[in-house]
């Protein structure tokens, strides 16, 4: 729960967290080291410096950190965490869903856990979303396109064996499906960023949700574009958001592309925890407006009402949240510190 | 910012060469974005070592500059070598090897099967480079009072008469004609100053959309460069002076005092 410097109370759903081992001990190569490395140098880079942690808290934090950090310092109602398996790089996962159901089972009805599959297994691909929906019931699924797999470098959201797994969540009722678009990570030889597969799966599957995951950033004006032409396409601004310290005059030309293009009820927060904590992101948005010249240019700027949808209420209806009846029942539940 | 005291007459000549090496996603030179860590001369031998921000960075990017790096380097008179060594990074090996023997990305990283052909990609950002090159001087002369209908009237010939006192806006216009030449879209004076990409030239009606094309196309750009340059940052924060004294890396962060101001 946010409160407002005015008293008002906003219902906050961080659309994307993690609870990762990214330790020595779980590194299986090289990768690992490197690749957490890498969250870290984010980490650092983008938080405001009162908000960095020391590497040793980084790389592997426990579930009363996580419960703390969202719920009690922070402003978070209720987090989605998204499931990364990453088994090349890390000996039992980075974050895979086994661990990631821990945490829910330990603070019940304050998170909704994601699955994640790779369409390049194949069958086994098929029966591992079985396998999810009938263990862990999920809601959503997590694909990574730029993910390396055997001889593969990527795949594409529009090819059969993608498609396969479409079919197969619409059937399971797994409606909302998060595609990982964003920087980082390994793309090769053709623009592997590119956001255009999304739009055949969007249009072929209007039973599905389609989050993209870092608004396709660095390739935002095809996003929008693709999200203008399919309903059904919804804009994640997990790394987008921590721009608002770093760097506000740019944060606000994004959003301002991002309310232009695809209205106020396309977008999700998210804080990429623990790349980024929620409570300074949320304060610092709640305290935004637009520049000036850059919000008459689109004619759009982030009212309080816009906000709480972003916050929050967007992902609600998402995962059919009923917002009054989970905010009686964690309230009924008041948040409270393990013994630490 | 490269500008160590003891840098021979060759070692100059080299860094002024790598000041023409430009990311290609990014469209800022390597040696502004302090990814280029060491230039070594022997003789004739070059041996030029860069670090990207992070060890996943596009091997495709990587190679596309590493090529850069030997063939501006290799225009030097007296250069007989050129050793490309990209540092720290998950293709290292496989792309120093090719590079320095010449041979192709699609060989370097066995990509053959994928059509692994660096020219469809490099092209994309050419276009890039030259669509977010183009919006800083049509910003900078609409700073001067210039409306859209002049804009659209512009030739090359009056781009060429305007002087910025802005040393940036300066900067970016010489950057603008030299990529309007290499696309081949403006030569003579009279010649339409700002075309599209395709040749398409400006025209009143639609400076509103074309600078909304370009606003988004400096975004996606920016938006890299603001994370390339914060992460190589932080990725070289484990570097240290050794023994007290600053190491070259001081000098490209821009760490070492001017000498008066250090006493």
Same mark, same amino acid.
């Given at each position: ?22 330790? %020595? ?22 938080? %405001?410096?009162?908000?960095? *942690? ?23 109602? $209720?987090?989605?965490?998204?499931? @990364? ?14 661990? /990631? ?46 993910? *390396? ?7 594409? $959201?529009?090819?059969?064996? &993608? ?23 390994? %793309? ?6 590119? #956001? ?35 309903? /059904?396409?919804?804009?994640?601004? &997990? ?42 992101? #949320? ?30 209420? /967007? ?26 | ?13 080299? *860094? ?5 090496? @430009? ?54 008179? *007296? ?19 090719? #590079? /320095? ?6 060989? &370097? ?148 005092? %001017? ?5």
């Amino acid at each position: 729960m946010y409160r407002t410097p005015d008293g008002k109370e906003i219902f906050v759903i961080d659309g994307h967290i993690h609870y990762w081992d990214g330790s %020595p001990e779980n590194h299986r190569n090289v990768h690992g080291k490197q690749f957490i490395d890498c969250f870290y140098a984010y980490h650092t880079n983008l938080s %405001p410096e009162s908000e960095r *942690w020391e590497k040793s808290k980084f790389v592997k934090y426990g579930p009363e950190d996580v419960y703390r950090d969202l719920f009690i310092e922070g402003p978070d109602d $209720m987090a989605i965490i998204q499931s @990364t398996h990453l088994r090349d790089f890390f000996n039992t996962g980075f974050n895979p869903i086994e661990r /990631n159901v821990t945490v829910a089972a330990k603070y019940p009805d304050r998170f909704i856990v994601n699955g994640a599959c790779d369409p390049r297994d194949g069958e086994k691909a098929l029966e591992y979303i079985h396998f999810l929906k009938e263990t862990y019931d999920i809601k959503g699924i997590k694909f990574y396109t730029a993910e *390396w797999n055997g001889d593969s470098k990527g795949y594409r $959201m529009d090819e059969p064996a &993608a498609y396969k797994c479409l079919e197969l969540c619409e059937k399971l009722g797994i409606r909302n499906v998060h595609l990982h678009k964003g920087p980082t990570i390994i %793309p090769l030889s053709k623009d592997a960023f590119d #956001v255009h597969d999304v739009d055949y799966a969007a249009t072929d599957f209007q039973g599905l949700n389609f989050i993209v995951e870092h608004c396709g950033l660095p390739r935002l004006d095809d996003f929008c574009w693709i999200a203008v032409q399919e309903t /059904n396409v919804y804009g994640g601004l &997990a790394v987008a958001m921590p721009f608002i310290h770093a760097r506000p005059r740019y944060f606000g030309e994004v959003i301002a592309e991002l309310l232009f293009w695809l209205g106020p009820d396309k977008l999700l927060f998210g804080s990429d925890y623990a790349i980024w904590t929620p409570r300074w992101l #949320v304060e610092k948005f709640w305290a935004y407006q637009i520049p000036e010249d850059i919000a008459a240019e689109r004619g759009v700027q982030l009212t309080d009402e816009i906000k709480e949808k972003i916050l929050g209420l /967007n992902a609600a209806a998402l995962y059919g949240i009923d917002v009054p009846s989970q905010r009686a029942k964690l309230a009924a539940s008041p948040v409270s510190i393990a013994a630490e | 910012m490269h500008a160590s005291e003891s840098l021979t007459a060759r070692e100059r000549a080299v *860094w002024q060469r790598l000041d023409r090496v @430009t990311d290609p996603e990014l469209d800022e030179p390597l040696t502004d974005l302090g990814f280029v860590e060491a230039v070594r001369v022997e003789k004739e031998t070059v041996t030029v070592s860069f670090r990207l921000p992070t060890y996943w960075c596009s091997p495709n990017f990587a190679f596309l500059m590493a090529e850069g790096i030997r063939r501006e380097v290799a225009v030097l008179p *007296w250069v007989r070598t050129v050793r490309v060594h990209l540092e720290d990074h998950m293709c290292a090996e496989e792309m120093n090897a090719a #590079v /320095n023997d010449g041979r192709s990305f699609a060989e &370097a990283l066995a990509l053959r099967e994928e059509g692994g052909d660096l020219a469809e990609v490099r092209e994309i950002f050419h276009r890039k480079a030259f669509q977010r090159r183009q919006e800083s001087v049509l910003v900078a002369l609409r700073a001067l009072g210039h409306g859209p209908a002049e804009l659209a009237a512009f030739t090359l010939g009056a781009l060429d008469r305007i002087r910025f006192e802005d040393p940036e806006a300066r900067r970016q216009q010489g950057r603008y004609r030299e990529i309007l030449g290499e696309r081949g879209l403006a030569e003579a004076p009279g010649d339409p100053a700002f075309p599209d990409p395709d040749g398409v030239p400006l025209t009143e009606a639609g400076f509103k959309e074309r600078m909304s094309a370009l606003r988004a196309v400096r975004i996606n750009m920016e938006f890299g460069g603001a994370l390339c340059r914060g992460l190589k940052q932080s990725r070289y924060k484990e570097v240290v002076s050794v023994d007290g004294e600053p190491t070259l890396v001081d000098f490209m962060l821009d760490r070492v005092p %001017p000498r008066s101001a250090a006493g």
